[in-house]
Protein backbone atom coordinates (compact mmCIF):
# COMPACT_ATOMS: atom_id res chain seq x y z
CA UNK A 1 0.00 0.00 0.00
CA UNK A 2 1.47 3.76 -1.22
CA UNK A 3 4.97 1.63 -1.30
CA UNK A 4 5.71 2.82 2.31
CA UNK A 5 7.80 0.32 4.09
CA UNK A 6 9.38 0.14 7.42
CA UNK A 7 12.74 1.30 7.23
CA UNK A 8 15.91 -0.96 7.40
CA UNK A 9 17.96 -0.83 10.30
CA UNK A 10 16.25 1.58 12.57
CA UNK A 11 12.90 1.93 14.80
CA UNK A 12 10.54 5.13 14.16
CA UNK A 13 7.87 5.61 16.79
CA UNK A 14 5.32 8.04 16.81
CA UNK A 15 3.89 9.52 20.12
CA UNK A 16 0.31 11.60 19.84
CA UNK A 17 -2.93 11.99 21.39
CA UNK A 18 -5.62 13.31 19.44
CA UNK A 19 -7.06 15.40 22.20
CA UNK A 20 -4.75 17.72 21.90
CA UNK A 21 -6.02 18.78 18.60
CA UNK A 22 -9.38 20.11 19.73
CA UNK A 23 -7.78 23.22 22.11
CA UNK A 24 -8.65 26.70 21.03
CA UNK A 25 -6.25 29.39 22.03
CA UNK A 26 -8.85 31.75 21.05
CA UNK A 27 -10.11 33.53 17.85
CA UNK A 28 -6.91 35.28 16.07
CA UNK A 29 -4.57 33.57 18.14
CA UNK A 30 -1.74 32.36 15.57
CA UNK A 31 -1.04 29.11 17.54
CA UNK A 32 -3.42 26.54 16.39
CA UNK A 33 -3.49 23.24 17.44
CA UNK A 34 -5.56 22.01 14.50
CA UNK A 35 -2.50 22.18 12.11
CA UNK A 36 -2.00 18.96 13.92
CA UNK A 37 -5.12 17.11 12.78
CA UNK A 38 -4.26 18.50 9.20
CA UNK A 39 -0.25 16.84 9.82
CA UNK A 40 -1.58 13.74 11.27
CA UNK A 41 -4.16 12.95 8.35
CA UNK A 42 -1.43 14.01 5.39
CA UNK A 43 1.02 11.30 7.12
CA UNK A 44 -1.92 9.08 6.72
CA UNK A 45 -3.18 9.81 3.38
CA UNK A 46 0.52 9.02 2.83
CA UNK A 47 0.15 5.69 3.80
CA UNK A 48 3.78 6.79 6.39
CA UNK A 49 2.03 5.07 9.47
CA UNK A 50 3.03 1.69 7.52
CA UNK A 51 6.46 2.43 8.26
CA UNK A 52 6.59 3.40 12.15
CA UNK A 53 5.09 2.14 15.40
CA UNK A 54 1.99 4.67 16.75
CA UNK A 55 1.54 5.14 19.99
CA UNK A 56 -1.10 6.89 22.01
CA UNK A 57 0.36 8.33 24.41
CA UNK A 58 -1.04 9.05 27.84
CA UNK A 59 -1.20 12.71 30.09
CA UNK A 60 1.91 13.47 31.82
CA UNK A 61 1.16 14.09 36.00
CA UNK A 62 1.30 16.89 37.84
CA UNK A 63 4.66 15.18 39.04
CA UNK A 64 6.10 14.56 36.26
CA UNK A 65 5.75 18.36 35.52
CA UNK A 66 7.66 18.90 38.62
CA UNK A 67 10.88 17.22 37.64
CA UNK A 68 11.10 20.75 35.97
CA UNK A 69 8.30 23.05 37.07
CA UNK A 70 7.63 24.76 40.36
CA UNK A 71 4.70 23.54 42.65
CA UNK A 72 3.21 26.78 42.90
CA UNK A 73 2.57 27.79 39.18
CA UNK A 74 1.87 24.34 38.48
CA UNK A 75 -1.31 24.42 40.80
CA UNK A 76 -2.12 27.76 39.13
CA UNK A 77 -1.76 26.25 36.43
CA UNK A 78 -4.03 23.16 37.16
CA UNK A 79 -6.92 25.49 39.01
CA UNK A 80 -7.20 28.28 36.35
CA UNK A 81 -10.56 28.48 34.70
CA UNK A 82 -11.61 30.94 31.67
CA UNK A 83 -14.44 32.25 34.13
CA UNK A 84 -12.26 32.53 37.06
CA UNK A 85 -9.65 34.56 34.81
CA UNK A 86 -10.71 38.14 36.03
CA UNK A 87 -11.45 37.67 39.61
CA UNK A 88 -9.29 39.80 41.65
CA UNK A 89 -8.03 36.67 44.06
CA UNK A 90 -5.69 36.02 40.70
CA UNK A 91 -4.72 39.29 39.33
CA UNK A 92 -1.28 39.14 41.19
CA UNK A 93 -1.12 35.43 39.98
CA UNK A 94 -1.95 36.03 36.35
CA UNK A 95 1.10 38.29 35.82
CA UNK A 96 3.66 36.39 38.31
CA UNK A 97 3.25 33.38 35.93
CA UNK A 98 3.28 35.03 32.83
CA UNK A 99 -0.45 35.42 31.74
CA UNK A 100 -1.62 38.61 32.72
CA UNK A 101 -1.43 42.14 31.20
CA UNK A 102 0.03 42.61 27.62
CA UNK A 103 0.96 39.09 27.75
CA UNK A 104 -2.08 38.13 25.96
CA UNK A 105 0.43 35.21 23.91
CA UNK A 106 -0.40 32.89 26.78
CA UNK A 107 -4.51 33.18 26.68
CA UNK A 108 -6.37 31.22 29.66
CA UNK A 109 -8.48 28.85 27.53
CA UNK A 110 -10.64 25.92 28.37
CA UNK A 111 -8.92 22.42 28.65
CA UNK A 112 -5.46 24.44 29.32
CA UNK A 113 -4.53 21.76 31.62
CA UNK A 114 -5.44 18.91 29.31
CA UNK A 115 -3.57 20.57 26.72
CA UNK A 116 -0.55 20.87 28.36
CA UNK A 117 -0.39 17.34 29.94
CA UNK A 118 -1.40 15.62 27.08
CA UNK A 119 1.79 17.32 24.52
CA UNK A 120 3.81 17.16 27.51
CA UNK A 121 3.19 13.19 28.05
CA UNK A 122 3.83 12.15 23.97
CA UNK A 123 7.18 13.92 24.64
CA UNK A 124 7.52 12.06 27.54
CA UNK A 125 6.67 8.82 25.93
CA UNK A 126 9.06 9.29 23.46
CA UNK A 127 12.06 9.87 25.90
CA UNK A 128 11.45 6.69 27.52
CA UNK A 129 10.83 5.01 23.96
CA UNK A 130 14.53 6.25 23.39
CA UNK A 131 16.11 5.71 26.79
CA UNK A 132 14.85 2.17 26.78
CA UNK A 133 16.13 1.87 23.22
CA UNK A 134 12.44 0.34 21.94
CA UNK A 135 13.08 3.60 19.31
CA UNK A 136 15.98 4.97 17.22
CA UNK A 137 13.94 8.01 15.62
CA UNK A 138 10.76 9.07 18.16
CA UNK A 139 8.23 11.89 16.76
CA UNK A 140 5.83 14.41 18.95
CA UNK A 141 5.06 16.83 16.49
CA UNK A 142 2.63 18.16 19.37
CA UNK A 143 5.75 19.02 21.43
CA UNK A 144 8.54 21.38 21.49
CA UNK A 145 7.34 24.04 23.71
CA UNK A 146 10.94 26.14 23.85
CA UNK A 147 10.09 29.30 25.59
CA UNK A 148 8.00 27.96 28.68
CA UNK A 149 9.89 28.87 32.19
CA UNK A 150 10.25 27.33 35.76
CA UNK A 151 7.54 29.09 36.92
CA UNK A 152 6.06 31.22 34.22
CA UNK A 153 4.50 30.71 30.47
CA UNK A 154 6.01 32.48 27.73
CA UNK A 155 5.45 32.86 24.10
CA UNK A 156 2.03 30.45 23.58
CA UNK A 157 4.19 27.69 25.59
CA UNK A 158 2.91 26.83 29.02
CA UNK A 159 5.22 23.65 29.85
CA UNK A 160 8.66 23.05 28.66
CA UNK A 161 8.19 19.75 27.67
CA UNK A 162 11.79 19.38 26.35
CA UNK A 163 13.13 20.72 28.99
CA UNK A 164 11.59 17.42 30.99
CA UNK A 165 12.06 15.16 28.23
CA UNK A 166 16.05 16.13 28.50
CA UNK A 167 16.22 15.65 32.36
CA UNK A 168 14.60 12.17 31.92
CA UNK A 169 16.98 11.40 28.90
CA UNK A 170 20.35 12.58 31.41
CA UNK A 171 19.65 9.38 33.42
CA UNK A 172 20.32 7.66 30.82
CA UNK A 173 22.41 10.06 29.14
CA UNK A 174 25.85 11.51 29.36
CA UNK A 175 25.74 14.59 26.96
CA UNK A 176 22.88 15.08 25.02
CA UNK A 177 22.45 18.19 22.38
CA UNK A 178 19.60 19.98 21.86
CA UNK A 179 18.85 21.89 18.43
CA UNK A 180 16.28 24.47 17.67
CA UNK A 181 15.57 25.20 14.03
CA UNK A 182 11.76 27.43 15.05
CA UNK A 183 12.62 30.97 13.98
CA UNK A 184 12.40 31.84 17.47
CA UNK A 185 15.38 31.69 20.19
CA UNK A 186 14.82 28.55 22.56
CA UNK A 187 15.56 30.20 25.66
CA UNK A 188 13.76 28.45 27.99
CA UNK A 189 15.52 25.31 27.63
CA UNK A 190 18.75 27.14 26.81
CA UNK A 191 18.29 28.74 30.08
CA UNK A 192 17.12 25.44 31.97
CA UNK A 193 20.39 23.75 31.27
CA UNK A 194 22.75 26.74 31.53
CA UNK A 195 24.97 25.21 34.40
CA UNK A 196 25.46 21.97 33.20
CA UNK A 197 27.83 21.03 31.01
CA UNK A 198 26.03 17.52 30.10
CA UNK A 199 23.64 19.62 27.95
CA UNK A 200 24.12 21.22 25.22
CA UNK A 201 21.54 23.96 23.03
CA UNK A 202 21.89 25.09 19.77
CA UNK A 203 19.65 27.93 18.32
CA UNK A 204 18.96 29.13 14.71
CA UNK A 205 16.93 32.34 14.83
CA UNK A 206 15.94 35.24 13.43
CA UNK A 207 17.10 38.07 15.49
CA UNK A 208 16.77 41.64 15.67
CA UNK A 209 14.52 44.21 15.40
CA UNK A 210 12.93 43.44 19.02
CA UNK A 211 12.10 39.92 17.64
CA UNK A 212 10.64 37.71 19.98
CA UNK A 213 12.11 36.96 22.85
CA UNK A 214 14.80 39.42 22.30
CA UNK A 215 17.74 36.85 23.15
CA UNK A 216 20.18 34.73 21.01
CA UNK A 217 22.90 37.15 19.88
CA UNK A 218 25.97 34.93 18.77
CA UNK A 219 27.52 36.15 22.02
CA UNK A 220 25.27 34.60 23.89
CA UNK A 221 27.09 31.39 25.14
CA UNK A 222 25.73 31.06 28.94
CA UNK A 223 26.54 32.62 32.00
CA UNK A 224 29.85 33.20 32.12
CA UNK A 225 31.23 33.14 35.93
CA UNK A 226 33.71 31.30 37.11
CA UNK A 227 33.73 27.92 37.94
CA UNK A 228 30.15 27.43 36.17
CA UNK A 229 30.48 23.83 34.86
CA UNK A 230 27.59 25.17 31.86
CA UNK A 231 30.38 27.65 30.44
CA UNK A 232 30.24 27.93 26.51
CA UNK A 233 27.36 25.13 26.65
CA UNK A 234 25.33 27.00 24.52
CA UNK A 235 25.75 28.58 20.98
CA UNK A 236 22.97 31.03 19.23
CA UNK A 237 22.75 31.62 15.69
CA UNK A 238 21.24 35.21 14.93
CA UNK A 239 19.67 35.72 11.60
CA UNK A 240 18.20 37.99 9.67
CA UNK A 241 15.57 38.91 7.66
CA UNK A 242 14.71 36.61 4.27
CA UNK A 243 17.60 33.78 4.80
CA UNK A 244 16.92 31.68 1.50
CA UNK A 245 17.71 27.56 1.34
CA UNK A 246 21.04 26.91 0.25
CA UNK A 247 22.68 30.12 3.08
CA UNK A 248 20.01 28.17 6.06
CA UNK A 249 21.66 24.56 5.03
CA UNK A 250 25.06 25.87 4.46
CA UNK A 251 25.02 27.43 7.92
CA UNK A 252 23.09 24.82 9.94
CA UNK A 253 24.97 21.80 8.24
CA UNK A 254 28.61 23.80 9.06
CA UNK A 255 27.34 24.33 13.08
CA UNK A 256 26.17 21.50 13.72
CA UNK A 257 28.50 19.18 12.80
CA UNK A 258 31.62 21.24 14.24
CA UNK A 259 29.26 21.22 17.37
CA UNK A 260 28.69 17.45 17.17
CA UNK A 261 32.66 16.91 16.60
CA UNK A 262 33.24 19.11 19.73
CA UNK A 263 30.30 17.75 22.08
CA UNK A 264 30.01 14.29 21.21
CA UNK A 265 26.98 13.45 22.29
CA UNK A 266 25.09 10.43 23.43
CA UNK A 267 21.46 11.76 22.06
CA UNK A 268 19.84 14.45 19.94
CA UNK A 269 16.76 16.28 20.63
CA UNK A 270 16.05 18.42 17.39
CA UNK A 271 12.55 20.79 17.67
CA UNK A 272 11.57 21.32 14.33
CA UNK A 273 9.60 24.16 14.70
CA UNK A 274 8.24 25.29 10.92
CA UNK A 275 7.43 29.16 11.70
CA UNK A 276 11.20 29.05 9.93
CA UNK A 277 9.22 28.38 6.43
CA UNK A 278 9.31 30.82 4.07
CA UNK A 279 5.20 32.51 3.62
CA UNK A 280 4.88 31.56 8.26
CA UNK A 281 2.28 34.02 9.50
CA UNK A 282 4.74 35.16 12.16
CA UNK A 283 8.50 33.94 10.63
CA UNK A 284 10.78 35.81 8.59
CA UNK A 285 12.42 33.87 6.54
CA UNK A 286 12.24 32.23 2.48
CA UNK A 287 12.73 28.38 3.15
CA UNK A 288 11.40 26.14 1.11
CA UNK A 289 10.13 22.81 2.77
CA UNK A 290 12.79 20.51 1.33
CA UNK A 291 16.12 22.34 3.08
CA UNK A 292 13.74 22.60 6.27
CA UNK A 293 14.02 18.80 6.13
CA UNK A 294 17.37 18.17 5.15
CA UNK A 295 18.11 19.88 8.83
CA UNK A 296 16.31 16.66 9.59
CA UNK A 297 18.59 14.69 7.24
CA UNK A 298 21.37 15.52 8.06
CA UNK A 299 21.13 15.31 12.06
CA UNK A 300 19.46 11.73 11.06
CA UNK A 301 22.93 10.61 9.58
CA UNK A 302 24.55 10.52 12.85
CA UNK A 303 22.60 7.74 13.89
CA UNK A 304 22.20 9.21 17.49
CA UNK A 305 19.31 8.30 19.98
CA UNK A 306 17.02 11.30 18.19
CA UNK A 307 14.11 12.72 19.16
CA UNK A 308 11.81 14.59 16.96
CA UNK A 309 9.77 17.39 18.03
CA UNK A 310 7.32 19.93 16.55
CA UNK A 311 7.40 23.90 17.84
CA UNK A 312 6.03 27.02 16.15
CA UNK A 313 4.59 26.91 12.56
CA UNK A 314 1.57 29.23 11.81
CA UNK A 315 0.97 28.75 8.44
CA UNK A 316 -1.23 25.44 9.31
CA UNK A 317 -1.22 24.13 5.49
CA UNK A 318 2.38 24.28 5.45
CA UNK A 319 2.88 23.25 9.34
CA UNK A 320 1.40 19.87 7.95
CA UNK A 321 3.15 19.71 4.71
CA UNK A 322 6.68 20.23 6.71
CA UNK A 323 5.98 17.40 9.36
CA UNK A 324 4.81 14.90 6.75
CA UNK A 325 7.97 15.23 4.72
CA UNK A 326 9.95 15.01 7.96
CA UNK A 327 8.06 12.16 9.06
CA UNK A 328 8.76 10.53 5.58
CA UNK A 329 12.61 11.58 6.45
CA UNK A 330 12.54 9.73 9.25
CA UNK A 331 11.00 5.97 7.70
CA UNK A 332 13.50 6.68 4.79
CA UNK A 333 10.72 7.39 2.70
CA UNK A 334 10.13 9.50 -0.71
CA UNK A 335 7.06 11.24 -0.97
CA UNK A 336 5.40 11.77 -4.77
CA UNK A 337 4.62 16.28 -5.00
CA UNK A 338 1.07 15.37 -5.56
CA UNK A 339 -0.92 15.31 -2.83
CA UNK A 340 -3.18 12.38 -2.60
CA UNK A 341 -6.31 11.67 -4.20
CA UNK A 342 -8.08 11.42 -0.73
CA UNK A 343 -7.01 13.83 1.84
CA UNK A 344 -9.24 14.82 4.34
CA UNK A 345 -9.51 18.89 4.94
CA UNK A 346 -8.15 18.90 1.04
CA UNK A 347 -9.22 22.47 0.79
CA UNK A 348 -6.98 23.67 4.12
CA UNK A 349 -4.03 23.08 1.29
CA UNK A 350 -5.66 25.93 -0.87
CA UNK A 351 -3.46 28.81 -0.65
CA UNK A 352 -1.30 31.39 -2.16
CA UNK A 353 0.32 30.38 -5.79
CA UNK A 354 -0.66 27.28 -8.01
CA UNK A 355 0.96 24.76 -5.23
CA UNK A 356 -2.78 24.00 -3.82
CA UNK A 357 -2.20 20.30 -4.94
CA UNK A 358 1.41 20.01 -4.01
CA UNK A 359 3.12 18.34 -1.21
CA UNK A 360 6.13 20.99 -1.80
CA UNK A 361 4.76 24.25 -3.13
CA UNK A 362 7.51 26.88 -3.55
CA UNK A 363 7.72 29.40 -0.33
CA UNK A 364 10.37 31.87 -1.10
CA UNK A 365 8.51 34.07 -3.05
CA UNK A 366 5.02 34.20 -1.79
CA UNK A 367 3.18 37.27 -2.92
CA UNK A 368 3.04 39.65 -0.34
CA UNK A 369 5.35 37.36 2.28
CA UNK A 370 8.46 37.94 0.86
CA UNK A 371 11.28 38.79 2.86
CA UNK A 372 14.13 40.73 1.21
CA UNK A 373 17.10 38.78 2.51
CA UNK A 374 18.91 40.91 4.50
CA UNK A 375 22.02 38.33 5.24
CA UNK A 376 25.01 38.64 2.74
CA UNK A 377 27.36 36.19 2.49
CA UNK A 378 30.13 37.97 4.80
CA UNK A 379 27.52 37.69 8.13
CA UNK A 380 26.76 34.44 7.29
CA UNK A 381 30.77 33.54 7.19
CA UNK A 382 31.45 35.56 10.30
CA UNK A 383 28.76 33.51 12.17
CA UNK A 384 30.33 30.65 11.13
CA UNK A 385 33.86 31.42 12.67
CA UNK A 386 32.11 33.40 15.51
CA UNK A 387 30.37 29.89 16.40
CA UNK A 388 33.70 27.60 16.01
CA UNK A 389 35.26 30.38 18.78
CA UNK A 390 32.37 29.30 20.55
CA UNK A 391 33.08 26.02 20.90
CA UNK A 392 36.88 26.00 21.15
CA UNK A 393 35.53 28.47 24.76
CA UNK A 394 33.77 24.94 25.70
CA UNK A 395 36.10 23.10 28.70
CA UNK A 396 37.20 19.62 28.08
C1 LIG B 1 -1.21 37.14 19.34
O1 LIG B 1 -3.86 38.19 17.07
O2 LIG B 1 6.16 39.56 20.48
C2 LIG B 1 -2.03 36.75 20.42
C3 LIG B 1 0.18 37.05 19.42
C4 LIG B 1 -3.40 36.86 20.34
C5 LIG B 1 -5.42 37.54 19.26
C6 LIG B 1 -5.89 38.60 20.26
C7 LIG B 1 -5.14 39.89 20.18
C8 LIG B 1 -4.70 40.38 21.55
C9 LIG B 1 0.38 37.92 17.20
C10 LIG B 1 0.97 37.43 18.35
C11 LIG B 1 -3.40 41.12 21.55
C12 LIG B 1 -2.26 40.19 21.81
C13 LIG B 1 -0.94 40.89 21.82
N1 LIG B 1 -3.98 37.37 19.24
C14 LIG B 1 0.19 39.98 22.16
C15 LIG B 1 5.64 41.25 22.80
C16 LIG B 1 4.27 40.94 22.60
C17 LIG B 1 3.32 41.16 23.75
C18 LIG B 1 2.07 40.33 23.55
O3 LIG B 1 6.94 29.58 17.87
N2 LIG B 1 1.41 40.74 22.31
C19 LIG B 1 5.22 39.92 22.65
C20 LIG B 1 5.50 35.44 20.84
C21 LIG B 1 5.46 36.87 20.33
C22 LIG B 1 5.58 39.07 21.44
C23 LIG B 1 5.94 34.48 19.81
C24 LIG B 1 6.49 32.07 19.41
C25 LIG B 1 6.34 30.66 19.94
C26 LIG B 1 7.24 29.64 19.24
C27 LIG B 1 7.10 28.25 19.86
C28 LIG B 1 5.90 33.08 20.37
N3 LIG B 1 5.25 37.78 21.46
C29 LIG B 1 3.60 41.31 21.30
C30 LIG B 1 2.32 40.48 21.14
C31 LIG B 1 -3.27 37.74 18.15
C32 LIG B 1 -1.82 37.63 18.19
C33 LIG B 1 -1.00 38.04 17.11
C34 LIG B 1 2.41 37.31 18.47
N4 LIG B 1 3.08 37.15 19.62
C35 LIG B 1 3.36 37.35 17.46
N5 LIG B 1 4.59 37.20 18.03
C36 LIG B 1 4.40 37.06 19.33
O4 LIG B 1 8.61 29.96 19.33
C37 LIG B 1 5.75 27.67 19.85
CA1 LIG C 1 15.45 28.46 17.04
ZN1 LIG D 1 8.64 30.00 16.90
Request: glycine share 10%; hydrophobic share 35%; proline share 4%.
Amino acid sequence: ENGIERPKGHNVSFHYNARVEYHHFGRSHPMKPWRLTLTKQLILAYGLHNAMDLYESPQATLDDLNAFHGRPYLNFLKRIRVDTKEADENREDLETFGFGGEYNDCPVFDGLWDYVTIYTGATMEAARHLCNQTSDIAINWSGGLHHAKKNAASGFCYINDIVLAIHHMLKYHQRVLYIDIDVHHGDGVEQAFFSTPRVFTLSFHKFGDSFFPGTGDIHETGPTYRGNPGTAHALNIPIDDGIEDDQYKDLFEYVTAETIQRYQPTAIVLQCGADSLGGDRLGKFNLNIKSHGACVEFVKRYNLPLMILGGGGYTPRNVARTWCHETAVCVDATLSNELPEYVPYAKAFYGEGNGNNKLYPSLDNIEGKYHENKNDANVIRMLKERAVENLRLMEG
